[in-house]
T-cell receptor, first 115, second 111 residues
Framework: EAQVTQNPRYLITVTGKKLTVTCSQN?????MSWYRQDPGLGLRQIYY???????DKGDVPEGYKVSRKEKRNFPLILESPSPNQTSLYFC????FGQGAGNIQYFGAGTRLSVL | RKEVEQDPGPFNVPEGATVAFNCTYS??????FFWYRQDCRKEPKLLMS???SGNEDGRFTAQLNRASQYISLLIRDSKLSDSATYLC????????????FGQGTTLQVKP
């Protein structure tokens, strides 16, 4: 089954404790992206990757890191989480990152709470 | 001004009604446009892409007005199952994969 898989689905952590949210897709998509969704602010793009070893900042990259060493995986790293990073996070992928081909398939989401 | 703006609603309509949502975008160079649907606490899913000539998929019609920089979504014969949040999405730069999401418009279809 074609899918985007995020883990964990739920995470409670404390300020400053490094964490990684994994994202994997099995559709051989070139493009992958991370978003956070907050009430009243909608979905905002954190980072995206047009292909292996190519990553770019979205609108809210501060406090996050990503890597794209393999086509299928795009982990989101919070080196020193803070309470303002409490949010619902979505990973997404698409076949191509440009134009009409940028149809995103989303993972089920990771709900993160930073205490 | 936000790059992509939507009326958050909620829109409360009876079953069978026709409802229209609008979305405006600020970057006139934007090339690609989409409507996504998001159910409560779930991931967004593509509803339809929006083409320059307008396009229809069953009860759903999407239109693009480049001169006025707005996108619309029309839902005819609303069903209870149409209740969701509808997200307008714009790719402001065709050379990058950056996407801008609107806040979403909430639709509640009542029996």
């Amino acid at each position: 089954e074609a899918q985007v898989t995020q883990n964990p689905r739920y995470l409670i952590t404390v300020t400053g404790k490094k964490l990684t949210v994994t994202c994997s897709q099995n559709m051989n998509h070139e493009y992958m992206s991370w978003y956070r969704q907050d009430p009243g602010l909608g979905l905002r793009q954190i980072y995206y990757s047009m292909n292996v070893e190519v990553t770019d900042k979205g609108d809210v990259p501060e406090g996050y890191k990503v890597s794209r060493k393999e086509k299928r995986n795009f982990p989101l790293i919070l080196e020193s989480p803070s309470p303002n990073q409490t949010s619902l996070y979505f990973c997404a992928s698409s076949l191509f990152g440009q134009g009409a081909g940028n149809i995103q398939y989303f993972g089920a989401g990771t709900r993160l709470s930073v205490l | 001004r936000k790059e992509v703006e939507q009326d958050p609603g909620p829109f409360n309509v009876p079953e069978g009604a026709t409802v229209a949502f609008n979305c405006t975008y600020s970057n006139s160079a934007s090339q690609s446009f989409f409507w996504y649907r998001q159910d409560c606490r779930k991931e967004p899913k593509l509803l339809m892409s929006v083409y320059s000539s307008g396009n229809e998929d069953g009860r759903f019609t999407a239109q693009l007005n480049r001169a006025s920089q707005y996108i619309s979504l029309l839902i005819r014969d609303s069903k209870l199952s149409d209740s969701a949040t509808y997200l307008c999405v714009v790719n402001p730069d065709s050379n990058t994969g950056k996407l801008i999401f609107g806040q979403g418009t909430t639709l509640q279809v009542k029996p």
